[in-house]
């Protein structure tokens, strides 16, 4: 297992994935609904379309982790790890980045500090959901801490895993 490669890759995937989904939430906040605190979400005017929501789910499959996926999986292949542990082992660090990247990067950083108006969704101005004690304790800390390290980080480090091992499969 090449040590650095896969900590240097965790950095540019991570790099990825924060800095297109900070792209999305500044663009259009709305875009990025699902990824708000629930109070904000149930207190909204004006609740998630059909159409915001379908955008999320493909933006969110196809945009961001699946093209994260295919590279973590080549770039694993192609730096010399071999079998499927080993495999799932490079991407749960990797994907451990990207979620510790998310809550430090997003959340504490970009959308607390730096461009909190850029990220307020149209008709929840004022909300108490976006003080930085209620967004880490409802949001950002259950989700970086117990759902990326318990749910997320396992299933995406498995099938860039199994992805990993048909490709060094077809290479042979």
């Not at 149930?42 to 159409?51: C, F």
């Not at 295919?70 to 495999?87: D, L, P």
């Amino acid at each position: 297992m090449n040590w650095i490669r896969m900590v240097l890759d965790g950095f540019m995937m991570a790099a990825y994935f924060n800095l297109f989904a900070a792209a999305v939430a500044i663009y259009n906040p709305r875009l990025m609904f699902p990824c708000y605190p629930p109070s904000i979400i149930k207190d909204a005017p004006e609740p998630p379309t059909k159409a915001e929501n379908r955008f999320y789910m493909l933006w969110i499959c196809f945009g961001e982790i699946l093209p994260l996926i295919i590279y973590g999986s080549v770039s694993m292949m192609e730096g010399g790890t071999r079998g499927f542990g080993w495999m799932a082992l490079h991407g749960y660090i990797q994907w451990l980045m990207i979620g510790f990247a998310d809550l430090f990067f997003l959340d504490v950083w970009l959308i607390q500090k730096k461009c909190r108006k850029r990220f307020i969704i149209p008709g929840t101005e004022g909300h108490p959901g976006y003080e930085f004690k209620a967004w880490m304790k409802s949001y950002a800390l259950p989700e970086h801490l117990l759902q990326w390290p318990l749910l997320l980080c396992p299933v995406m480090a498995l099938l860039q895993a199994g992805l990993g091992v048909l490709l060094v499969r077809l290479s042979s």
